[in-house]
């Protein structure tokens, strides 16, 4: 492992329109043939590729005038995919890159149920603890369908410990029984007691035998009482959404009889919402209910759900910069967990207005428009003295009393940094990370063949880390290494404008 | 067997409705059983070690009974009484009709009120009430071992394509064939189609390797149809095994049972170019607030697959065209906010151009107002009016599903553009679900299987005239 020193000096601006690069194994260090390599030219449709050859070698010209930055991608069956970004050089002299594969991770086995059946589209998902905002949580990295043999395989995997969560597809009323449920490898419901499978870079883990046990769990009943007394409509459903470690999602659906009552059984012990779910009807509103449920071992009946008829309703706002600075036009709205979006061009100051708003609940949106000048991070919402941080939820249940404030940050904090080793020579095809002061953000820039490359960011204190080495592609999932390695982060601070190029020497451990 | 497979998945394997459901007549008895036996189709063979699932209609698997059939293939019930779905499931087999899930399902019988003898495709039931009064329903139900096409994916030099999204096609003729599925794509002559089966659109893992099971005895073609991002343009949408001409393509004659392998190695091949305007009425303008114009282009004998370009002003133009006969669609769509993601197509154009090896320019697509289609809906004798979905298919369909009152015998199609379309009709979910088009009639013509072009020609109108024949029944 190498570390950073820091260092200031200044950048260099270079232009060419020759690209050759050698790929590697960065496990072995042996050339990598075939991996295919392509440049998206920004702001046009024009595309660069190629294949290296058995030395691992490319060679790639540009048809005319390169952009400043080149961004490179990189696939080869068998290796992660890389993205880089290049530097293009000023004097038209060739770029030299080289860059390093890591060999992908495998997890592969096979899932029965208790009658040793092969369990088919079951969802597999291979999940991994996160660190973000200094919580724990579980974030999915890859996922895949089960074959009418049963077989998964989990590729493309980055080396590391992963929990293993299997999702039987048809958990409502058209599976094969009731029982079966969501569960962790081994056999266990509870991620506490789940265990992880570890895998390293260019390993196969391919003996994973799932057996997908029944579960009975415990049946929650209850009616729905309809405002005015009047009968539910015969579209109506009941659905349970969970809230759980594992993200949010529908567990287990229901009609709902002509008396407003349900059933819901095989119910596992835990934190819940019970909602209604219909479509909505313009004319006639909508009748919704929910409430929060916290299912133990035991029945639940003769639960109470009080409906109340719902209209659209407008949410009206206004982007917030950071600083003070104006937004300008941007695309802003809501986009509900089902997907359906709510967006709309805001005006030069900032302000929208949404129409035909839904209750529900909502993550905050705020994007370029296509003559954006700076990049705004959208860093949460607010509503009178109410927070809403980037990564939770707004429930919207009726029309706001005060204006939706979409905060942002404005990320004028332009930051270059060149690394190299420690005889000064420029290393080409490291990482540079900049992680938020306390681990909320990550910024990841690799650096070109000139060991360069620049990152944009919201002005504040970071702490910066770099390496040649192949670790996760996300240093918030791994909060090992985090624990690990954070004696070797160097604080920074990245202020508003342009900053001086930062040089990063890194030390042979 | 073909017929089968197109057969709506979501109707259990069978609604066993022991007497006491039907009010006319209810007759009473002490007790019910049910007895079974599983067989092979192909063979007849019994099947041992299916598992058979027996629950009530009201409440999904809720309140299911399981129980395995023996050596013999023969499983037993007791106590039957209600409506019941029956479901069985052996792995490596599915009954007639099946969908991708796993769950065989597919056919529904109703009104089982009498003894007598009942059957439909892949089952026999029989019921009888003995001298003490019980009643004994003997079924037979059918599994057929499915079929599987399974292949790597290549790039053109050879390395596996991972991501990659493989079609799996059932050719069909379009005479006497299945009733019209959305993606159905009738071929150049129209005397076949293309029916894209169901499950049978999947990925390639990492290796390039897919897999497409349930397949029912027929004949298919495999197709890459998608690429992942970034992949080379000049990638073509390939058949099996290495071509984008249908004709060349290579049929997979799948019998029950069969698997077998269709590798693909993807064509890349450089076209023409091709440009033009999409003018619109006097004193329109194609693009606009809310406004956009957009170009589809489609090869009338390369079906997988559409490209699609934004008219910029009035100007288009398609780069990498292969050589071959291409319909060109333009239509004007008028959104009435950034929230409204379907909006209403106002003007439309299309034509056909034969594409050779030179680049082809100033080709024009004259944009004129669409209209909407009126129709008519009545139903056969002994047929209450139902509530309908009607659901468009075919090239060019951006229209969502539209909803008609049975009782108001008039409906309304939303504009569409021009090309082929075809419409599937089936009863409102949570409607009675034995209802079914008898003819779609489009003046003298029939329509119902073939479909019809837009725009229809001045004061014309779709009569569809709906029937309520159960399937199955006492025989």
């Known amino acids: 492992m190498r570390l950073p020193v820091l260092m200031i000096a200044c950048s260099a601006m270079l232009w060419a329109q020759r690209i050759e690069g050698d790929v590697y194994d960065r496990l072995t260090g042996a050339p990598v043939a075939g991996a295919r390599v392509f440049i998206q030219q920004s702001g046009t449709a024009e595309r660069l590729s190629g294949r290296s050859d058995a030395a691992g070698h490319f060679s790639l010209t540009a048809a005319g005038p390169a952009p400043r930055y080149l961004p490179a991608t990189i696939l080869r069956d068998g290796y992660l995919r890389s993205d880089i970004l290049m530097l293009s050089a000023q004097d038209g002299s060739a770029i030299e890159v080289r860059i390093g594969l890591t060999p992908q991770a495998v997890i592969s086995g096979r899932i029965e149920d208790e009658d040793g059946f092969p369990a088919e589209r079951v969802h597999v998902l291979a999940m991994r603890l996160t660190a973000a905002n200094d919580r724990r949580k579980l974030k999915q990295v890859q996922t895949v369908l089960s074959d009418d043999l049963g077989r998964f395989r989990l590729s493309e995997l980055p080396p590391g410990r992963f929990f293993l969560y299997f999702v039987p597809q048809d958990m409502s009323t058209t599976g094969w029984d009731g029982r079966y449920t969501a569960e962790y490898y081994p056999d266990t419901l509870d991620v506490n007691e789940a265990t ?7 390993q196969e883990v391919s003996d994973i035998k799932m057996k997908l046990t029944r579960h009975e769990g415990v049946t929650v009943s209850g009616r729905l009482a309809q405002p005015g007394g009047s009968a539910p409509d015969r579209f109506r459903g009941i659905a349970l959404r969970m809230n759980g470690p594992a993200g949010q999602g529908t567990v287990r659906g229901a009609p709902m009889n002509a008396d407003g009552s349900f059933i819901l059984l095989h119910i596992q012990p835990g934190t819940y919402t019970l909602m209604t779910t219909n479509s909505y009807n313009a004319a006639l509103g909508e009748t919704v209910a929910s409430m929060p449920l916290t299912v133990g071992s035991s029945d639940v009946p003769g639960l109470e759900l009080q409906g109340r008829i719902v209209q659209a309703f407008d949410v009206a706002g206004k982007i917030v910069a950071d600083a003070g600075s104006l937004p300008g036009s941007r695309i ?8 359906q979006r709510k967006l709309v061009h805001s005006g030069l100051d900032g302000s929208f207005v949404l129409k035909g708003v839904m209750p529900g609940t909502y993550r905050v949106y705020a994007g370029l428009t296509t003559d954006s000048r700076s990049a705004l991070l959208p860093m949460g919402a607010r509503l009178g003295e109410r927070i809403i941080p980037r990564s939770e939820p707004l429930e919207l249940d009726g029309m706001p009393s005060e204006p939706l404030e979409v905060l942002v940050a404005d990320l004028s904090g332009q930051q270059p940094v060149r690394l190299q080793d420690a005889s000064g020579r420029p290393v080409a095809g490291g990482t540079v990370r900049f992680l938020g002061a306390s681990y909320e953000t990550e910024i990841i820039a690799p650096t070109s063949a000139t060991g360069e490359t620049s990152v944009s960011a919201a002005p504040g204190e970071y702490k910066v880390y770099a390496t040649t080495a192949p670790i996760s592609a996300n240093l918030l999932d791994d909060p090992d290494f985090l624990a690990a390695h954070q004696k070797d982060f160097a604080p920074v601070r990245i202020a508003a404008g342009k900053n001086q190029t930062l040089v990063l020497t890194l030390m042979e451990r | 067997m073909r017929i089968a497979l197109y057969c709506f998945a979501w109707i259990p394997l069978l609604l066993i409705s022991a007497p006491g459901i039907e009010a006319q007549p209810k007759p009473r008895y002490a007790t019910a059983f049910l007895e079974g036996t599983v067989v092979n189709s192909v063979n007849g063979e019994p099947l041992g070690g299916a598992r058979v699932k027996l629950q009530g209609a009201d409440w999904g698997n809720d309140d299911a009974v399981y129980t395995k059939t023996d050596a013999q293939g023969r499983f037993q019930f007791a106590n039957t009484r209600g409506l019941f779905i029956l479901v069985v499931e052996k792995p490596g087999f599915m009954h007639l009709g099946s969908s991708s899930t796993t769950s065989a399902r597919p056919v529904g019988l109703h009104g089982m009120q009498r003894p007598g003898v009942y059957s439909g495709a892949g ?12 009643l004994h329903a003997m079924v037979t139900i059918q599994l057929t071992p499915f079929a599987v096409i399974t292949g790597r994916v290549t790039d053109p030099e050879g390395y596996p394509m991972p991501n990659t999204n493989v079609t799996v096609w059932m050719r069909a003729p379009v005479e006497n064939g299945p009733h019209p599925r959305p993606g159905t794509q009738v071929l150049p002559g129209g005397k076949e189609q293309l029916v894209p089966v169901a499950g049978g659109n999947v990925q390639t893992n990492d290796r390039g390797e897919y897999r497409v099971a349930r397949l029912s005895e027929g004949t298919y073609h495999a197709a890459v149809q998608g690429f992942p991002w970034g992949w080379e343009r000049t990638y073509r949408a390939t058949y099996a095994p290495n071509t984008t001409d249908l004709s060349a393509a290579k049929l ?17 091949r450089s076209g023409v170019r091709l440009s033009g305007r999409a003018v619109s009425p006097p004193g329109e303008s194609p693009q606009g607030s809310f406004r956009q114009t957009m170009l589809y282009v489609q090869a ?11 008219v910029d002003r009035d100007q288009f133009e398609i780069p990498d065209l292969l050589p071959g006969r291409y319909t060109l669609t333009a239509v004007t769509r008028q959104t009435n906010s950034m929230n409204d993601s379907q909006g209403t197509l106002i003007y439309g154009a299309s034509r056909s151009v034969d594409v050779g090896t030179q680049d082809i320019t100033g080709l024009d697509l004259e944009l004129k107002p669409l209209e909407e289609i009126q129709g008519t809906v009545a139903f056969g004798a002994g047929c209450t009016p139902t509530d309908l979905t009607i659901q468009l298919s075919g090239t060019m369909i951006f229209a969502p599903d539209v909803q008609l009152k049975g009782s108001e015998g008039r409906f309304a199609l939303p504009r569409l553009a021009p090309g082929h379309v075809t419409l599937n009709i089936q009863p409102r979910s949570g409607g009675p679900r034995w209802f079914q088009p008898v003819s779609i009639r489009l003046g003298d013509r029939d329509v119902r299987q073939s479909g019809f072009d837009v725009p229809l020609a001045a004061g014309e109108t779709l009569n569809i005239t709906m029937g309520c024949s159960r399937m199955g029944g006492a025989r």
């Open chain 2, 123 to 134: 089952w026999r039931l029989e019921t009888k009430v003995d001298e003490a009064g019980e």
């Open chain 2, 252 to 268: 997979f004659q799948l019998a029950a049972g069969e698997e077998v392998r269709a590798d693909i190695r993807i064509v890349q």
């Open chain 2, 300 to 310: 009338d004998a390369m079906s997988t697959g559409t490209t699609f370009n934004r």
């Open chain 1, 332 to 339: 802003v709205g809501l986009i509900a967990m089902n997907g």
């Open chain 1, 196 to 202: 992880r499978v570890e895998v390293r870079a260019g």
